[in-house]
């Protein structure tokens, strides 16, 4: 799985122990994001999976800690080139920046989290530009009262699904979608389901979102529009909501108790 290959983690941790002798270890430099296959060929851990590389040594050696550098001052609530006035946070716990990283946030590989958060391990988030700031601490405390986290994701692609024979949206068909999705390797990044439909917001791929519509034709009609944009609030105010949404064109709306999710047509601001 080019870009998702997922760890062996008994013969991983067998491999690294069987090289590195703490003990007598002063500083090991080793490459992250390349992995091998069962096979022998090599594949890769996909974006920012020099991190994730990071994350499995330390748990394989049951590290103090973990620190990876970044050109940002640590974990911002925003992308400084979309939001003018980020915030710092100065600690986050292992499920508030899971959640980040899953919805979206580019400074840490999803992945990364659990390995540590398994093993209590701290990660700091911290800039190479200003080693001496204190950047970000990720450990298992929990944090309240968090500035609202705003993350985006472009090119994004949203499918809907309308049972051709007018049946009510239920278990045994959506099992249909959730197959197909499995056998492409398509991950939802929002769901969302009515009586008589089911939506889905995915990473645009042409190729396989043309497949999935092939691939589940016969029970249901699909209608789907690309180029879009998916904007998540983790701990989001009324404010905040306002300033995302207000004057947009909104394809599909979702809120919870600490998240909001709108997909927009970008050009419509």
Not at 26 to 38: A, L, Y
Not at 102 to 123: C, D, E, F
Not at 169 to 187: H, T
Request: net charge positive; with cysteine.
């Amino acid at each position: 799985r080019f870009r998702e290959a997922v760890v062996n983690w008994e013969d991983t941790c067998s491999r690294i122990k069987s090289m590195i002798n703490i003990p007598d270890a002063s500083r090991w430099i080793t490459q992250g994001f390349i992995g091998r296959s069962t096979g022998g060929k090599a594949t890769t851990l996909g974006r920012e999976g020099s991190d994730f590389s990071a994350a499995i040594f330390a748990s394989c050696l049951s590290a103090d800690s973990v620190t990876i550098w970044k050109d940002v001052a640590g974990i911002l609530n925003a992308d400084p080139k979309r939001f003018s006035g980020t915030v710092l946070y100065s600690n986050l716990s292992y499920q508030e920046a899971a959640e980040m990283s899953y919805y979206g946030a580019s400074v840490i590989h999803p992945n990364t989290i659990k390995p540590l958060a398994n093993r209590g391990i701290p990660l700091y988030v911290k800039s190479f530009e200003n080693p001496e700031l204190p950047g970000t601490l990720i450990d298992s405390g929990d944090k309240h009262s968090l500035p609202p986290a705003f993350v985006f994701k472009d090119n994004q692609c949203l499918v809907s699904f309308i049972p051709r024979n007018l049946d009510f949206i239920s278990e045994r068909n959506l099992s249909r979608i959730f197959a197909a999705l499995d056998q492409l390797n398509l991950r939802i990044n929002l769901m969302q389901n009515s009586a008589v439909s089911f939506s889905i917001c995915v990473n645009e791929n042409r190729e396989k979102v043309g497949e999935l519509i092939r691939m589940t034709e016969s029970e249901f009609k699909a209608r789907y529009n690309t180029g879009l944009q998916l904007i998540t609030v983790k701990n989001y105010s009324q404010k905040a909501i306002e300033s995302v949404s207000l004057n947009r064109e909104i394809l599909l709306e979702q809120r919870t108790r600490n998240t909001y999710q709108i997909i927009i047509r970008p050009d419509h601001t």
